[in-house]
């Protein structure tokens, strides 16, 4: 068959759905072949939308999400989203075209070396220079991507080579198991968490996978443990759980660190150092047991005693079995450090302040959200909020990015949560500068006929450098812009508008849009003089002192 058959045929083999993408001319031979086959195109506005739908599929099953680009600039816009999803961990092959290699009639026009370009920010990198080679590749490419830790591949197809007459046929895909933890370290993990007097339970971004949402959930269940997450480990174990304290959402210094500092023992699941530090250890304090898919990289702010190294949910799962019952630990402290949180959390989040404050509005979008309901958060101030502020009920219903924390990714990342669940109410909150950066893709989000609301909170700035600007003592300078009417702006794509003309229209807005069918986008004028007054001056007095 032609190569371009054999390229699809290969993807199809392996489960791919959906390609999202912005083709060129050196993909037209692979755009025939998607004609006809039962894999979906989804054309986008920008190929960075496309990484980002891609990527974000891939999060969301564990299987490769699939992007499309053409050579040179086509190539160079796929670059954030690749990064995005490699430091993400997300599971993601992007496709790129070229020039013919074996005669080129265009000297270098176009051309830049895409997979030097590439080798930075993807796990796995390579071009194609026959067809035959496509079956052995595209099954490597995705094996790659998708074991732990998972990231970006790149392919890049030819345009001659995806003409070619190919001889051979898709790979087969063969299961691999993940290798298990040593039974003696898991012995030495029991008998440090036995001793310890106050330990507690760290779930970061890798615990974030189906098995290893229910081992953990029954080893807090069976051993009344204590538990914290990271902002990419929120929802592993659902957030109204009593045993829950909250999300590490700064680095040091918030309420939750109390407790993080009295814990003698911190059991961390799947902290991935891509994100901030949860919690820095130092001589003498903690000790910290490292579980994961691979050892700890260590430096001198993490050093864990001891590391069980494999397969998260078969170490978890060994771990709670040999942990069954109650040990004789004192949880008393962790428990008024939780009243203390909650306390905290509720403060003015029934506030009616207008424009609206990021308490209540967290509230309310939390209140208007079904319990399978999924958010995505572009990045922004109000990302530390919803980290803090919004309790996750189940996995994967709070999408963040707190590893590249790339602006632009809000919008595109809700739009595939609603392709991959279509069934479950879907929500993009974005600030009015991550918006703009990929608002095009409401044309995408129209055409496709998704039910999706996004909520443009606008401050007409990019408010958490101007937040930082201030805290370091600069003049206000650079960072205020001017923004479009947004209500015109959705109604030029075909989507509803909706402007907040007071703080009390917000609960029925957000149920209204929620409820509706089509694309609705509700701007929401923000006042974000709380930052200071909560995330700077209340932790800095902790004005309840445990």
């Known amino acids: 068959m032609k190569a371009s058959d054999l390229f699809v045929r290969s993807l199809e083999q392996e489960g791919v759905e959906y390609i999202f993408g912005v083709p060129g001319e050196e993909n037209l031979d692979l755009l025939e072949s998607l004609r006809t086959s039962k894999i979906k195109l989804i054309l986008t506005r920008h190929e960075q939308g496309a990484g980002f739908m891609a990527a974000t599929c891939g999060r969301l099953t564990g299987k490769v999400g699939v992007c499309l680009a053409t050579l040179g600039p086509g190539a160079t816009n796929l670059v954030t989203a690749g990064a995005y999803a490699q430091l993400g961990a997300m599971p993601m092959l992007m496709i790129s075209g070229q020039k013919p290699i074996l005669k080129s009639k265009q000297g270098r026009f176009q051309i830049i070396d895409v997979i030097e370009m590439m080798k930075p920010i993807t796990k796995f990198t390579k071009q194609i220079v026959h067809g035959n080679s496509i079956p052995v590749l595209v099954r490597e490419a995705v094996r790659v991507a998708e074991e732990e830790r998972p990231g970006a591949v790149h392919l890049e197809l030819p345009e001659d080579i995806a003409a070619e007459e190919c001889t051979t046929s898709p790979y087969p895909v063969m299961q691999a198991r993940r290798a298990q933890s040593d039974e003696a370290v898991i012995h030495q993990a029991v008998a440090m968490i036995r001793a310890a007097k106050m330990p507690l339970l760290l779930i970061g971004a890798g615990a974030n996978r189906n098995r290893t949402c229910k081992a953990l959930r029954q080893l807090v269940d069976n051993t009344g443990m204590y538990f914290f997450n990271t902002q990419m480990g929120k929802g592993v174990i659902d957030e109204r759980h009593p045993q829950f304290l909250g999300t590490a959402a700064l680095s040091a210094h918030d309420y939750l660190h109390y407790a993080i500092d009295r814990a003698d023992l911190i059991i961390n699941v799947g902290h991935d150092v891509i994100e901030k530090p949860p919690f820095f250890m130092e001589e003498g304090g903690s000790k910290v047991i490292h579980i994961n898919y691979f050892s700890a990289k260590v430096d001198e702010v993490y050093f864990p005693q001891v590391e069980v190294v494999g397969d998260i949910a078969g170490s978890v799962e060994r771990l709670g079995t040999q942990l069954k019952t109650m040990q004789q630990w004192d949880f008393d ?63 994967n219903t709070v999408l963040l990015d707190n590893a590249l924390a790339t602006m632009g990714a809000g919008l595109p990342s809700a739009m595939a949560a609603k392709i991959v669940h279509p069934d479950k109410k879907v929500m ?119």
């Open 428 to 546: 993009a909150v974005c600030g009015d500068g991550g918006f703009m950066m990929n608002s095009q893709e409401m044309e995408t989000a129209v055409r496709l006929k998704l039910d999706l609301v996004v909520l443009i909170l606008r401050d007409n700035a990019y408010g958490m450098i101007k937040w930082k600007q201030a805290g370091m003592g600069f003049k206000d300078f650079g960072l205020d812009y001017g923004n479009p009417d947004f209500v015109k702006y959705a109604q030029a794509y075909g989507a509803e508008g909706h402007r907040l003309e007071s703080t009390d229209q917000l609960a029925g807005c957000l149920k209204k849009c929620l409820e509706a069918p089509g694309v609705h986008l509700v701007e929401v004028p923000v006042d974000y003089s709380e930052n200071e007054r909560v995330l700077i001056e209340e932790l800095k007095s902790k004005t309840r002192i445990l």
């Open 333 to 395: 402290y962790f428990e008024r450090v939780k009243k203390e949180i909650e306390l905290h959390v509720e403060e003015r989040s029934k506030d009616a302040h207008y424009p609206i404050i990021p308490q209540h509005l967290v509230a309310q979008v939390r209140n208007a959200m079904p319990d399978d309901g999924i958010i995505t958060l572009d990045n922004g101030i109000y990302k530390i909020w919803f980290a803090r502020n919004y309790k996750a009920y189940s996995t």
